[in-house]
């Protein structure tokens, strides 16, 4: 059967990623998280990963470089790229929202007719906004995002939060959630044909793990 390969996303979906993986039968040696080897192979040899930035794995995935990804659905939203969506995985779960300083939570939705609204997702953003006839001022940031109302550098911002720890830190509350996200598997378009057979293969053992994993609540 053919080997695929598969991007991971580097960050905090990669933990996760690695366990899940080893849970469907395809574990990667220890070490492979801290090593600084970007290209890496299973202990079975079926499956051939690649470890890239999050918002990176959409794009290897649409130009074939890799036949799969695993990606937080808000990164998929945000980059519209032309893959394939098999599955979504049982972890990374998280969401999109817009936060503004807790002590002024009402102020710039009321008053502001083009708030300014830091965040890396300006797609998402920006129709959230348009939808509900505000016109935002993006401002355009790769990280931490949740500085910019503490400095006067924007009056909202629009962040992932998961544990909410990073708002509460830094005295900011949640206003709307614009999406909710999780993990997902996604394919390259000609790769899900043409690999038919190991394609199927590997959906049916993360199909599987993820049935095993949600049995283990119950
Ligand atoms: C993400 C996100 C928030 C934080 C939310 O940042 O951008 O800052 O996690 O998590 P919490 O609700 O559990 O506090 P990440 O650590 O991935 O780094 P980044 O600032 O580079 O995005």
């Given at each position: 059967m053919d080997q695929l390969r598969i991007a991971l996303p580097k960050g905090r979906l990669l933990t996760d990623a690695l366990s899940f993986l080893a849970r469907a039968g395809y574990p990667f040696s220890d070490g492979v998280e801290r090593s600084r080897r970007l290209l890496i192979l299973d202990q079975t040899k079926r499956l051939e990963a690649v470890l890239v930035k999050p918002r990176d794995v959409p794009v290897f995935v649409e130009y074939g470089a890799t036949d799969l990804g695993i990606v937080g659905t808000d990164v998929l939203r945000e980059m519209e790229r032309d893959v394939y969506e098999p599955l979504l995985l049982p972890?990374?779960?998280?969401r999109l929202s817009v936060a503004a300083p807790a002590d002024r939570p009402n102020m710039p939705l009321r008053l502001e007719p083009s708030p300014r609204v830091a965040t890396s997702y300006p797609n998402l953003?920006?129709?959230?906004?348009?939808?509900?006839?505000?016109?935002?001022?993006?401002?355009?940031?790769?990280?931490?995002?949740?500085?910019?109302?503490?400095?006067?550098?924007?009056?909202?911002?629009?962040?992932?939060?998961?544990?909410?720890?990073?708002?509460?830190?830094n005295g900011l509350v949640e206003l709307r959630t614009i999406m909710h996200s999780q993990a997902a598997l996604i394919a390259n378009?000609?790769?899900?044909?043409?690999?038919?057979?190991?394609?199927?293969?590997?959906?049916?053992?993360?199909?599987?793990?993820?049935?095993?994993?949600?049995?283990?609540?119950?």
């Open positions: 972890f990374g779960y998280c953003t920006q129709r959230f906004f348009q939808q509900r006839g505000v016109s935002p001022e993006i401002i355009l940031l790769s990280g931490s995002v949740e500085l910019s109302p503490l400095v006067g550098l924007a009056d909202l911002l629009v962040d992932m939060v998961e544990t909410g720890r990073t708002l509460r830190e378009r000609a790769a899900y044909t043409l690999k038919a057979e190991a394609m199927m293969a590997f959906i049916n053992d993360l199909r599987q793990a993820i049935t095993e994993k949600v049995s283990e609540k119950f």
